[in-house]
């Protein structure tokens, strides 16, 4: 069972059990949080979508830390200008472990029609024949020679023997 969750303006795909990290949350460390901006539940094949959301649905997490991320480098160069500019950032972020995914109820199911499933089923039917037909092609076709053009040899240049140097007026 998993569910795709917004939380702070991001959305998450949560199980249970599992730990996230997020962008930074008010809540204390230890404190349970319910998040009901619930955008999609699977249970079991059972697909629920949210219309935008999931009515009474509840994901629920406990805090377990704050922490900061990894230092992320940015650097800005203009060549031929001599602009560098270096910076660094660290995001704020929270640790959550996912208690449970409650799903009350359930405003749309998906469930694949008989007909629909014929006219998906169709098109891939075509697309198969269409790669074997492109690659009985490319087999029949008499390979290529890499090169058409002769490769310019550059002969090496012989070297002259240096002239001597003489001091002026001798």
């Known amino acids: 069972m998993y569910a ?8 998450f795909k949560v199980e249970q059990g ?10 204390e460390e230890g404190n349970n949080i319910e998040f009901d901006q619930v955008l999609l539940i699977e249970d079991e094949g059972k697909i629920t979508i949210g219309e935008p959301t999931i009515k009474n649905a509840i994901v ?33 972020l929270t640790q959550v472990e996912i208690i449970s995914i409650n799903g009350k109820s359930s405003p749309k199911k998906v469930t694949p029609k008989k007909e629909e499933v014929k006219v998906a089923e169709e098109p891939v039917k075509e697309k198969k024949t269409a ?40």
């Open 4 to 11: 795709i969750v917004e939380i702070a303006g991001q959305q």
């Open 60 to 92: 629920e997490g406990k805090v377990v830390d704050h922490m900061r991320g990894d230092k992320v480098i940015i650097f800005k160069k203009k060549r031929k200008k001599g602009y560098r500019i270096k910076n660094g950032h660290r995001q704020n």
């Open 18 to 27: 599992k730990k996230i990290f997020v962008h930074r949350l008010e809540a």
């Open 131 to 170: 790669a074997k037909k492109t690659a009985v092609k490319k087999e029949e076709a008499p390979a290529k020679k890499t090169a058409t053009k002769k490769a310019a040899v550059k002969k090496p240049v012989e070297k002259k023997p240096a002239k001597k140097k003489t001091p002026k007026g001798k």
